[in-house]
């Protein structure tokens, strides 16, 4: 059975950082994604990484604070924030695909974790 599991989220001030993660078992997957959604507001992409060769991409609003990593050997991909701002504040999502491509629109991830809150103080 295909999981991903979140992990990571909290509440943080203005300019704190937080490190999400994201366990992925049942198999594995070509690419991965952090999208989130902000209430009122549509899931997002954030980034995402390349399982292979570890390419990543990121939303113009987080490149430079934001990084993307995998651990292969655990499965996992983690989401290092820094310089967090209030407008940082969703729930973030973790998602998965098949194909070896970094898409942005939620529709091309079948796989998806349950989301963590991630608030950010001013």
């Known amino acids: 059975q295909v999981q991903l599991v979140e992990s990571g989220g909290g509440l943080v001030q203005a300019g704190g950082s937080l490190r999400l993660s994201c366990a992925a078992s049942?198999?594995?997957?070509?690419?991965m994604g952090w999208f989130r959604q902000a209430p009122g507001k549509e899931r997002e992409f954030v980034a995402g990484?390349?399982?292979?060769?570890?390419?990543?991409r990121y939303a113009d609003s987080v490149k430079g604070r934001f990084a993307i990593s995998r651990d292969k050997n655990e499965n996992t991909v983690s989401l290092q924030m820094n310089s967090l701002k209030p407008e940082d504040t969703a729930v973030y999502y973790c998602?998965?695909?098949?194909?070896?491509?970094?898409?942005?629109?939620?529709?091309?991830?079948?796989?998806w974790g349950q989301g963590t809150q991630v608030t950010v103080s001013s």
């Open positions: 990484i390349r399982w292979s060769f570890g390419s990543t």
């Open positions: 049942g198999r594995t997957f070509s690419a």
């Open positions: 998602a998965a695909r098949g194909l070896p491509v970094i898409a942005v629109d939620t529709d091309a991830y079948n796989h």
